[in-house]
């Protein structure tokens, strides 16, 4: 007979297996452990749904524990099995399905249940929640019939669902009550700058709506506002909010109050029965952020175990926004106050905003957009409560305290505590990463990161590992990040796989995966498109392109906009155009009723509005060619007029830009490329923030490489200077063969020119024999070129895949 302590958890959650996994660490043997979870899933990290959501992440991605883990640590689990009644005089539970498990500590992690709206056609089909798995799946599943979703809350999770329906294909609205997004984290300027940066992405916004009540016969078709406005809906997300899941406790005569009431070791009001997570309430406050979960689970765990422990006190909550391309951060007060003062730094060119409130000279809370890499060390300061002196505060905002040397007192990583958090998504402590770096011999980032979980989910307390490892390894910490694999299917980096790519003479997306033993099998969205575009650079004319594994608006051929319909952009060479082609453009608009004809920065016209099934006539009654709007490849090339018309002109920019533009159309990039001429010094068309631009000077012509004129401007640099239009072709040839034989998928010219160094790219595309072959290979890649709008026009297959209309309602 087993003389262990026999524990039983119910709930297979985040919080209750954070506690298991503690128990195991601080005593391996004294435990006879049963888990109890109603979802058919081993334990996984439900804040990571949202990337599963968004493509970027599959359900395996997520698990954290797989079945394997329980086996190997002789937890008996329960999957599929809800307990439904607790008999706290025989110490016992029962679950739905009969089970009954005797129990010497009970332990009650039952999370919580998503609010739903009692509005009127609330229980139609198509109205769900996300919470778990079957509805991330369900959402799924709806994307592939319907084309619009409502997610009703414009909070952290109604925004990270709403991203996903986009990733998904979906047009979305997002409507909220307040005036402003995630009013209970953000201020109004931040909010703004959220909700600007979401509208870019696609999101459409709904502020100040009341929903009323829930259209459609059987199943969803809108929703109505008190103001008498309504929208259209295929599915609704309600995403306002969560309730403590305390049914179980309540039934079986345990103390509850908004959640289930414990004391400051987790403990009810019932001996033996303790509770953590979304369920408990502790001093009157109910946590649903991650990181006050793990808190609670520490001081559980050894409370349980019989190892002395510090009570649990509550938590200071922090929230990060897991959206794709948004940095936001939010922790302790965010609304400045007669009691507070504030330091603010707002770049509204980078699109950076930070605040830092600061009460009686003490940091009591922040709010960072764009730059949110220091908000886990003023969250130290604030949970520490550190006086703080003006030079402190200022280094906080301006990044010094990065320089440990200099840094201010409490801000670095060396003044935490061993129980200090620094992965709020995975939990894991300074400690558990320390002893990880000194028991396993640990070097990256990279290592700690596959031994520990620290910043596998979110990435944000990267720079605090990175920091770790040079405090614990001291003069042998090399500073080096290790490889960074392409995504979480595998260990191998961008540059091993095309390494493995050329020795192994890998040739579809199917088989590299399959060879480099890949950890999911299908892939996902970051590996697949960076593999094919990887297979297609190799080995150009036999290589047979995947467009499975291309983004959608690159399987379409046109850009999905918010409503549904599409933005068709032909190609027009260098900006110059004909009568011709401007008629042909007017008629075609006016056949098809596209709504908006709009003048682009990158000069060129754009047809919005398009709708699904008219795109391929639309591209036939054009006549014209692609123009690649939306694909990594070459966008535009932009000019003056150079000679041709302007006093200052000292070269023919459109002649020049019109051949460039036909040389390199429909070549593969690693990221979209965009290009100018510009005829003389005075640079009309903005060459120096272009990834390739050419300014004509006497005798010659000047080539800027690296240049961006988005979200983060770059001033590009000047590659090379050259007398002859052929030598310019040559040099812009060698550069961006260079540039996609060598940059990593989705890396823009910017990037990989400060990545690889410019002097490097000059050394490379100076020498004449690496030029030479490094044309000839652009020659081959050019070869295979075809324009995509004709081959859908000819292969009525094409039109049936992708732009046949089918209407699931009927």
């Known amino acids: 007979m087993s003389q262990k302590k026999k524990i039983v958890l119910v709930g297979n959650g985040m919080a209750g297996i954070n506690t298991i996994e503690h128990m195991l660490k601080l005593a391996p043997n004294k435990f006879d452990m049963t888990v109890f979870g109603s979802e058919p899933y081993p334990n996984y990290n439900r804040i990571m749904l949202s990337s599963v959501l968004a493509g970027d992440s599959t359900v395996d991605d997520i698990v954290m524990n797989p079945y394997e883990w329980y086996e190997k640590h002789g937890i008996t689990l329960y999957t599929g099995q809800t307990v439904t009644n607790i008999d706290t005089t025989k110490q016992t539970v029962t679950s739905d399905q009969g089970v009954q498990v005797p129990y010497d500590e009970l332990i009650l992690a039952t999370g919580s249940n998503p609010f739903m709206l009692p509005l009127p056609g609330a229980d139609k089909e198509g109205v769900i929640a996300f919470r778990n798995i079957q509805d991330c799946q369900t959402m799924i599943d709806a994307s592939k019939k319907y084309k619009k979703a409502v997610v009703i809350g414009g909070g952290l999770l109604g925004l990270e669902a709403a991203r996903g329906f986009i990733n998904l294909g979906m047009q979305v609205d997002v409507v909220h009550i307040c005036d402003h997004l995630m009013e209970r984290q953000l201020d109004p300027t931040a909010s703004k700058m959220l909700q600007e940066a979401l509208e870019e992405q696609g999101m459409n916004f709904l502020l100040n709506k009341e929903s009323a009540e ?265 500073g080096s990040e290790g490889k960074e694999p392409i995504c979480a299917c595998t260990d191998y980096s961008h540059e091993e796989v095309v390494e493995a790519i050329r020795e192994k003479q890998l040739t579809y997306v199917k088989e590299v995966m399959n060879v480099l033993e890949w950890k999911n099998e299908e892939g996902c969205s970051k590996c697949r498109p960076a593999l094919n575009y990887y297979l297609g650079v190799v080995d150009p004319v036999a290589y047979s392109d995947d467009h499975t594994s291309r983004f959608v608006n690159e399987r379409m051929h046109a850009n999905i906009q918010k409503d549904g319909t599409y933005s068709v952009v032909p190609r027009i060479y260098g900006g110059v155009t004909t009568p011709e082609d401007l008629k042909k453009i007017a008629e075609v608009a006016l056949k098809y009723e596209i709504p908006t004809v709009k003048l682009t920065g990158g000069q060129r016209i754009d047809l919005l509005g398009v709708q699904k099934e008219n795109l391929t006539e639309v591209w036939e009654d054009l006549g014209m060619r692609s123009g690649h709007a939306y694909g990594k490849a070459l966008r535009t090339v932009k000019t003056c007029v150079g000679d041709t018309y302007c006093r200052f002109g000292t070269a023919d920019a459109m002649g020049m830009g019109i051949r460039m533009e036909k040389r390199f159309e429909g070549l593969n990039t690693p990221h979209k490329v965009k290009m100018s001429v510009s005829g003389c010094p005075r640079n009309c068309a903005e060459s120096g923030i272009k990834d390739l631009g050419v300014v004509a000077i006497d005798g010659g012509w000047e080539l800027y490489v690296g240049g961006n004129g988005g979200v983060k401007i770059r001033v590009g640099d000047l590659l090379a200077t050259v007398k002859t239009e052929d030598e310019l072709i040559e040099y812009a040839e060698a550069f961006l063969q260079y540039y996609r034989e060598t940059a990593r998928y989705l890396e823009r010219t910017a990037q990989w020119v400060e990545r690889m160094g410019l002097e490097h790219v000059q050394a490379v595309i100076e020498d004449d024999e690496q030029r030479q072959a490094l044309c000839q290979r652009m020659v081959t890649a050019l070869s295979v070129h075809s324009d995509p709008w004709q081959k859908a026009i000819e292969d009525k297959q094409v039109q049936k895949d992708l732009y046949e209309v089918i209407d699931a309602k009927a």
């Not at 006050?292 to 938590?315: C, H, M, N």
């Not at 959206?323 to 730094?345: L, M, P, Q, W």
């Open 214 to 478: 829930i259209l459609g016969e059987e199943r969803v078709t809108g929703l109505s506002f008190r103001d008498g406005t309504s929208t259209e809906a295929d599915l609704v997300v309600m995403a306002v909010g969560i309730r403590p899941n305390v049914e179980l406790a309540q039934t079986s005569g345990i103390e509850v109050d908004r959640g289930i009431v414990v004391n400051d070791v987790l403990e009810t009001n019932q001996p033996h029965v303790f509770a953590v997570g979304e369920c408990a309430q502790h001093r009157e406050t109910v946590y649903g952020l991650v990181a006050p979960l793990y808190e609670q689970s520490a001081v559980l765990a050894k409370r349980l175990a019989d190892v002395e422990t510090e009570p649990y006190e509550g938590s200071v909550v922090d929230t990060k926004l897991k959206v794709s391309g948004v940095d936001v951060f939010s922790g302790g007060e965010f609304i400045d106050t007669d009691e507070t003062k504030a330091i603010r730094v707002h770049d509204e060119f980078s699109g950076i905003y930070k605040k830092v409130l600061i009460k009686d000279n003490q940091v009591v809370g922040t709010v960072l957009f764009g730059d949110t890499k220091e908000g886990s060390r003023i969250m130290k300061l604030v949970r520490d409560q550190v006086e703080v002196s003006q030079q402190d505060m200022n280094a906080l905002l301006t990044g010094s305290q990065g320089n440990n040397s200099t840094a201010p007192t409490g801000l670095g990583t060396e003044h935490m505590d061993n129980a200090d958090i620094i992965c709020g998504c995975n939990g894991v402590s300074k400690g558990d990463i320390c002893q990880a770096i000194q028991e396993q011999g640990l070097s990256t980032v990279e290592e700690v990161k596959n031994v520990t979980k620290a910043s596998r989910s979110c990435g944000g307390c990267r720079p605090l590992v990175s920091e770790i490892l040079e405090h614990t390894l001291g003069d042998q910490y090399t």
